[in-house]
C-alpha cells in the first residue's frame, strides 16, 4: 500500500509540476502577445509618422507651386487688363464715330416685306 501510496503522491506531484509548468507558459505567451502588441503599436505609429511627414512635404511642395502660380496669374492678369485698358483708349474715339454715323445717318426707305395696298 505504501508503494501505491507513494505512486500516488508522485502522480499528484508530476500533475502539479506539469500544472506549474501550464500557468508559467501561459504567463510568458501573455507576456509575449503584450510585448508584440506593444511593439506593433510602436510600428504603426512610426509608420503614420513616416506618412504624415511624406504628406506634408508633398503638400508643401504643392502648395509652393500653387503661391508661384498664384503670383504668376496675378501678373498675367494685370497685363490683360493694361492691354484692354489700352485698346479701350485707342479705339474708343472711332467705335464712338461709327455708333453717332449709323444713329444719324438715317435713310428712310420701306421694308421688304411691307405690302401697299390701296
Known sequence: MTSQSQGIQQLLQAEKR???????????????LKQAKE????????????????????????????GNLSTKIDEETTAKIRDLTSNYHKNMESVIGRLLNEVYHIDPELHANYAYTI
Do not use: W
Open 18 to 32: 506539469a500544472k506549474d509548468k501550464l500557468e508559467e507558459a501561459k504567463k510568458r505567451k501573455g507576456k509575449r
Open 39 to 66: 511593439e506593433a503599436t510602436a510600428e504603426i505609429d512610426h509608420y503614420r509618422l513616416q506618412r504624415e511627414k511624406d504628406f506634408r512635404h508633398k503638400q508643401s511642395n504643392i502648395m509652393g507651386s500653387q
